[in-house]
């Protein structure tokens, strides 16, 4: 189904509730030992608990506690100390045991807050978090590797996650994307996930529903599934709240059910009616006693919450002098935000290595397809390039060319400088040969140069820092330049 035109001519306002599904970065499954590991080849971790064959019990994983427990807190949840693990019962290919381990009526915390990078009438939107659940994964159904036929990989089943549940707070698509970006940088922050989407490790479920402006009533609900970008679930939620809107203005009710998103079409399309808890039969599950966390591990664990991401921001706005844009920059990613406040401290000047770490390094990065904590230039060595730089060692077009070498062997920036002759030049003797072999290739730009032609200068100089390899001092061959034809 595609949205016809605009929603009504905007008297109708949209609802959106949000519920991410989060793998937990642990080595083994939630309830046995076998791999987490992505890409392996199909059906190869698995064992007999993780594809619920009789008489295998599950046994929980210690570390995707104290994961889920540090999401919560930093999602500002109330963790409780007695949580409880249920079947939620239904059928599909994919999920061996006929039913999944998850959390229902006692979950593991509630009532959290999440304050996201938008404003409503000038006042920063919070959305509240309803609930944070420990579950595990089912398996994966793969439509394309056989003609006509659906194959089952089961290495995903019983992977560890975390389920977190938004109350219906954001009111556009804007909203609803700067949320989920906020919410991905805690979780990279607090390392409780890689949420990559394009591995599965981050999966986004969209309820949205359209009401009158004014309203304060919740419109029928219907969710959205089937999204793998944040930009995808925002095209999404305007595509099906645009529906729904036509549907409410030509006197139709909407149904409640599941909808798909067909990201190359555009288009929503429906896959069936919308479960509810009922449907699913919970009840505990029998072979896992309640989950009991004392309060001094509660408390342990928030007091090991590492720096969050609004934190961060302030300190660098603060102890740096950064602007925003710098700030947003740098502290976009936990590594990069380490690598820059390394160099930056190091160094001693915040404001070079922020150009430099924004400039060089994330072009050189991205050429190379890596991430910043693979980069083989290390942070204390671009903290010594810049100090070559401060100290008038190397001019800055040398000291990019060192650069480049440094990306490509990992040294240390004085040992290429050495090596390459790119120590800066001062010497007068040998900054007028290399000046003599300009004038002498460019014989027309240095008489139009001596003849009053100002604008020229640069392209003299900018010669003469080519043929040095970037080693001549440009302060003093545009004294040269100066003295040989005339300021």
Known sequence: M??????????YEMVVGLEVHVQLKTRTKAFCGCSTAYGNPPNTNTCPVCLGLPGALPVLNEQAVSLATR??????????????????NYFYPDLPKGYQISQFDQPLATAGRLEIGVSEGGTPVTVGITRVHMEEDAGKSVHDRYPGATAVDLNRAGVPLIEIVSEPDMRSSEAAGAYLRTLKQILEYTGISDV?????????DANVSARLRGATRLGTKTEVKNM??????????????????????????IEQQTMLWDSAAGQVRP????????????FPEPDLPPLVLSAEFVDRSARDLPELPTARRERFARDYA???????????????????????RTHGDAKAAANWVMGEVLAAVKARGQAIDEFVVRPRDLASLLDMIRLGTLSNSAAKTVFARMGESGEPPAQIAEREGLIKVEDADQLSTWLDAVIAEHPREAERYA?????????????????????????????????????
């Open 228 to 253: 793998n970008s944040f930009s995808g679930v925002e095209r999404a939620l305007e595509v099906e709240f645009a529906r729904q809107c036509a549907v409410l203005e030509a006197g139709g009710t």
């Open 196 to 204: 990559s989407m394009e591995e599965g490790s981050l999966r986004v």
């Open 71 to 88: 999401a919560a807190l930093a999602l500002e949840c109330t963790v409780h100390h007695v949580s409880v693990f249920a079947r939620k």
């Open 322 to 344: 950064l602007n925003p844009y710098d700030v947003d920059v740098l502290t976009a990613d936990p590594a990069l935000s380490d690598y820059y406040e390394h160099v930056a």
């Open 2 to 11: 595609s949205a016809p035109g605009a929603p009504a001519d905007g008297r």
């Open 271 to 282: 896959a069936r009616s919308k479960e509810g808890s009922h449907d699913y039969r919970y």
């Open 451 to 487: 003849a009053g032609e100002k604008k020229l200068k640069g392209l003299l100089v900018g010669a003469v820092m080519k043929k040095s390899k970037g080693a001549a001092d440009p302060r003093r061959v545009n004294q040269l330049l100066d003295e040989r034809f005339g300021a």
